[in-house]
């Protein structure tokens, strides 16, 4: 079977994040760039069952030029078969919708895919809605938030959590699922995948080579955006008390001042 797995490059949860002039997430330093942690469950997910029933894995990422890094370092070492790459300054900004729109047009460059695998959120948005949106512009049937995955036969079958407890949903594939941190424990690569990686197909593609309108997306064209923002105050520094047998009345005096009693 023939897997596409939707990758995004992030700012790493440790960096601290900063806004653009325009409102957009501020990606400008590369060093901070990494491989979304749940596209990373994701990339396992479908390595498993390549490995049970054969076939390849494609990773594909929208995104900067940066994201070749983190295509040849990440996702590629953990055995992912080859990659396509979409970059073009005129995705820049682009909110969930349009950059789901611009998965499914870049989808229908890849041949004969059985299933397409992504996080269910990325680590700097969090909206989750990426994997639904997909499947309204794919026309694929869509399981999502999934803990775990089987196929059998031409049925991709998942199993997820619900209000009222686990679920199990399935599809004929070709479908889109998403899944959750916690339905694997992620390969870290292999000194061997690493160099691998140097030399695995790494097909980019600028917005017209991926069949993309680019009317459709980037910040201007985006449905949603950042209307107002500010920077974070700098931390003030705490008040000490020395222990003078009296600290307690003082704290007790503070939180009064601070109605916080």
Wanted: with cysteine; aromatic share 4%; net charge negative.
């Amino acid at each position: 079977m023939n897997i596409v797995v939707c990758a995004k490059q992030v700012p790493d949860t440790a960096a601290e994040k900063r806004l653009s002039s325009d409102g957009t997430l501020d990606r400008s330093n590369d060093a901070d760039q990494i491989l979304n942690p749940l596209d990373e469950y994701g990339t396992e997910a479908a390595l498993k069952l390549v490995e049970a029933n054969g076939g390849e894995v494609t990773i594909l990422m929208v995104g900067p030029k940066s994201a070749t890094e983190t295509l040849r370092k990440k996702a590629l070492p953990m055995g992912a078969d080859k990659a396509i790459q979409v970059t073009d300054e005129a995705l820049h900004g682009s909110d969930a919708v349009a950059t789901a729109y611009a998965l499914a047009q870049a989808l229908k460059q890849v041949e004969g895919f059985d299933l397409v695998i992504l996080g269910s959120e990325s680590t700097d948005a969090r909206g989750s809605l990426v994997p639904s949106a997909l499947s309204e512009f794919t026309g694929l049937p869509g399981l999502t938030f999934a803990k775990s995955i089987e196929v059998d036969g031409n049925v991709v079958r998942i199993q997820r959590e619900g209000d009222k407890g686990f679920e199990t949903v399935e599809a004929e594939m070709p479908a889109i699922v998403s899944v959750v941190k916690g339905i694997n424990e992620p390969r870290y690569p292999s000194f061997k995948g690493i160099m691998a990686a140097k030399n695995k197909p790494l097909d980019e593609k600028d917005a017209a080579g991926a069949g993309i309108d680019t009317s459709m997306v980037g910040l201007a064209n985006s449905k949603s955006k950042v209307g107002e923002w500010k920077e974070r105050p700098p931390k003030e520094a705490g008040t000490i008390v020395e222990d003078d047998g009296e600290a307690f009345a003082k704290l007790a005096d503070w939180l009064e001042e601070n109605k916080l009693l």
